[in-house]
């Protein structure tokens, strides 16, 4: 059973940074998308970043554009969330999220304090 375990959420005030990882139990190159994901209570889980097998194409939402990268190294099995200039409203428990397969990791909480 291939796993994703999420790491590095924490508590930071706004303005601060936070790097985000995912380690796979299986080779990323499995993943042809690995992707992060957010939810905060009472609200869907909504897409943040995304990356390709190779990390040749990448894609933000729009409110975490500029501030967010995504970035994956599969020689580690890993991807990784850069959080920099964080707001309250990045509050949110993060998700890994690996395709094919629909693989989700069990969440890291994030929060951002004014």
């Known amino acids: 059973q291939v796993q994703l375990v999420e790491s590095g959420g924490g508590l930071v005030q706004a303005g601060g940074s936070l790097r985000l990882s995912c380690t796979a139990s299986?080779?990323?190159?499995?993943?042809?998308?690995l992707e992060w994901f957010r939810q905060t209570p009472g609200k869907e889980r909504e897409f943040v970043a995304g990356?390709?097998?190779?990390?040749?194409?990448?894609r933000y939402a729009d409110s975490i554009k500029g501030r967010f990268t995504i970035s994956r190294d599969n020689a580690k099995n890993m991807v990784y969330l850069q959080m920099n200039n964080l707001k309250p409203e990045d509050t949110a428990v993060y998700y890994c999220?690996?395709?094919?397969?629909?693989?989700w990791g069990q969440g890291t909480q994030v929060t951002v304090s004014s």
């Open positions: 999220h690996g395709q094919p397969g629909e693989y």
């Open positions: 299986a080779p990323t190159i499995s993943f042809v998308f």
């Open positions: 990356t390709t097998l190779y990390g040749s194409s990448t």
